[in-house]
């Protein structure tokens, strides 16, 4: 089955600095790629996602990238605010399998 | 904006017992889902279900799980004799499709086995 990889596990950053957060899936049939923030006490909330047949997506300051070849995808927060600190999620499926998610980065926005 | 409810937000249990964990989806949903996150850890796949059947189903939803929509609104996980290892946070989620529009999740109920 699907096995997703995620790095780093935390990361700090200093307000206004870019955070980077990279995945890598293991089942090169999945093509549904999304991304979560999970804040202290709520669920996941799905904040972008990704289809196999685009690269790359934004919306204002997040943007995601994705390079099928090597079965990476990752997350981009540029201009990071104190309310970013979060733990985000990536996961990936195929057609109408469940999502399969990674273990998480805590991200933390020093201000 | 439309809200997956779950309740209670926190449950204690002792081992051996039944629970019942109690999920609301967003009404035009079709697929809905049970997810587990032991702490710290990853959000784990539990079941999927769809048509009121399950869709499928992970190594972890053994024979003490069950899931059910009783009154097509509410859609719940009961776990039949818990476990210590059972306590974790489960997240219910729903989604529009199964080609993965994204789901949502709901705010999760905290099980505490004791």
């Known amino acids: 089955g699907e096995n997703v990889e995620q790095h780093p596990s935390t990361l700090s950053v200093q307000e206004g600095d870019s955070a980077v957060i990279k995945c890598t899936y293991s089942?090169?049939?999945?093509?549904?790629f999304p991304w979560y923030k999970q804040e202290l006490g709520k669920g996941p909330q799905l904040i972008i996602d990704?289809?196999?047949?685009?690269g790359e997506k934004k919306d204002q300051r997040i943007a995601v990238t994705l390079n099928k070849t090597a079965k990476h995808f990752s997350l981009h927060i540029t201009e990071t605010q104190p309310e970013d600190s979060a733990v985000y999620f990536c996961a990936a499926s195929k057609g109408n399998t469940p999502l399969v998610f990674g273990k998480g980065t805590r991200l933390s926005v020093i201000a | 904006e439309p809200e997956v409810t779950q309740t209670p937000s926190h449950q204690v249990t002792q081992m051996g017992q039944e629970v019942i964990l109690r999920c609301v989806p967003i009404s035009n949903h079709l697929y809905f889902y049970w997810y587990r996150q032991i702490l710290g850890q990853k959000v784990e796949f539990l079941v999927s279900f769809y048509n009121n059947e399950i869709s499928e189903k992970s190594e972890i939803f053994d024979d003490q799980f069950s899931v059910e929509r009783p009154d097509g609104s509410n859609f719940t996980l009961k776990i039949r004799s818990t476990k210590l290892e059972d306590s974790a946070m489960y997240f219910c989620a729903s989604s529009v499709s199964g080609n993965d529009y994204g789901y949502t999740f709901g705010s999760g109920t905290r099980l505490t086995v004791v």
């Open positions: 990704i289809r196999s047949n685009v």
């Open positions: 089942d090169s049939a999945s093509n549904y």
